[in-house]
């Protein structure tokens, strides 16, 4: 009979154990999800493969592909730098040298042009959000030297009675380009980026009165819509 207060005793410990060895079972868990969690708020912020960069330098390598086998020639550097979250503003420069030769027209044109705009990110990759698909806008302006060598002179109908001629002189363009492109990594910091861009036509300062029908940055053959393309290998900086 003495042993019944005993193996009470022994009951009344085992059940006050089980609660604490289930209390800390749970603690244990909570504890191993807050690590993880934390980890992956560490890889988010912290590795730079997984941050989207905030710095980009680049080169187009489609335009200066072309001049072998066109009469264009020249090239187009980029700035993109990430603002705010998915926007990123980015400035662009480059130089060209054209001709054009049809329908009795012989003009020369070389010169800078200037695009200043943004890039909005519509989807990133989780491994590397700095890869990922944009849609964007840029306001052009071209300043280039423009000779005419040859124009057509119509005095009666259709019929090209002579043939006038225009000195070098500056001129000046200007045009809005809508774009949607793409930048994947290519390796390390290295990173393809490309874009397609329609390009509308907004104005110039006109050399006697002709309408433009080249213009660096823009293309040939001046219309309201114009296509272009940025084909170019861009850095991460930071």
């Known amino acids: 009979m003495k042993r019944l207060p005993i193996y009470t005793f022994a009951l009344a410990i085992n059940l006050g154990i089980i609660p604490v060895l289930g209390q800390e079972d749970s603690i244990s868990i909570e504890a191993e999800t807050v690590v993880e969690e934390t980890k992956a708020i560490e890889d988010t912020v912290l590795n730079p493969q997984k941050r989207a960069g905030k710095l980009f330098v680049g080169v187009d390598i489609f335009n200066p592909a072309v001049s072998f086998f066109t009469e264009k020639q020249g090239g187009q550097a980029m700035v ?3 603002v705010y979250k998915k926007w990123n503003a980015v400035a662009e420069v480059g130089f060209e040298k054209n001709h054009y030769d049809e329908l009795d027209w012989d003009i020369d044109v070389n010169g800078l042009y200037f695009k200043l705009g943004f890039n909005y990110f519509l989807s990133q990759d989780y491994e590397d959000a700095s890869n990922g698909f944009y849609a964007g806008a840029r306001f052009a302006y071209a300043a280039y030297k423009q000779t005419v060598n040859q124009y057509p002179i119509r005095v009666s109908g259709n019929q090209v009675d002579e043939y006038g001629s225009l000195p070098e002189a500056n001129v000046s363009a200007y045009w809005v380009e809508i774009l949607a492109g793409a930048r994947v990594r290519l390796i ?3 990173y393809v ?7 509308i036509y907004a104005g110039s300062k006109k050399q006697e009165g002709l309408d433009p029908l080249v213009i660096p940055g823009y293309g040939k053959d001046i219309g309201p819509i114009n296509f272009s393309m940025f084909w170019g290998i861009t850095y991460k900086l930071f």
């Open 80 to 82: 993109s730098y990430n």
């Open 188 to 190: 390390g910091n290295f």
């Open 193 to 199: 980026d490309v874009s397609v861009r329609p390009e």
